[in-house]
Nanobody, 122 residues
């Protein structure tokens, strides 16, 4: 069983930066990919970014490309999402997820964290 725990959310001003982290607890953590999704208030969960665990390939939603950077530290079973030039529309609960594919839909991901709130003030 894999447990994912996000941290680092908070309140930031428009144009600011924030880094959220996701650490995996498992005897052996070796997914094919880890992804970040977000769920704005009253909206569906949406893809943000994904990274292959055993390669350097990263993927981004068009809405965050050029502003967000996803990275990983395998020795710590941790992935990060560095968010720059934040906008009020980035306000959401951010979730990390792991799975056996890279997908922009949440459905294929097996394990999910509880989420961390990111709020960007105007």
């Amino acid at each position: 069983q894999v447990q994912l725990v996000e941290s680092g959310g908070g309140l930031v001003q428009n144009g600011g930066s924030l880094r959220v982290s996701c650490i995996a607890s498992a005897r052996t953590f070796s997914p094919y990919a880890v992804a970040w999704f977000r769920q704005p208030p009253g909206k569906e969960r949406e893809f943000v970014s994904a990274i292959k665990w055993n390669a350097d390939d990263t993927y981004y939603a068009d809405s965050v490309k050029g502003r967000f950077i996803m990275s990983k530290t395998k020795s710590k079973n941790t992935v990060y999402l560095q968010m720059n030039s934040l906008k009020p529309e980035d306000t959401a609960v951010y979730f990390c997820a792991s799975g056996t594919v890279v997908a922009r839909s949440p459905r294929p991901y097996e394990f999910w964290g509880q989420g961390t709130q990111v709020t960007v003030s105007p």
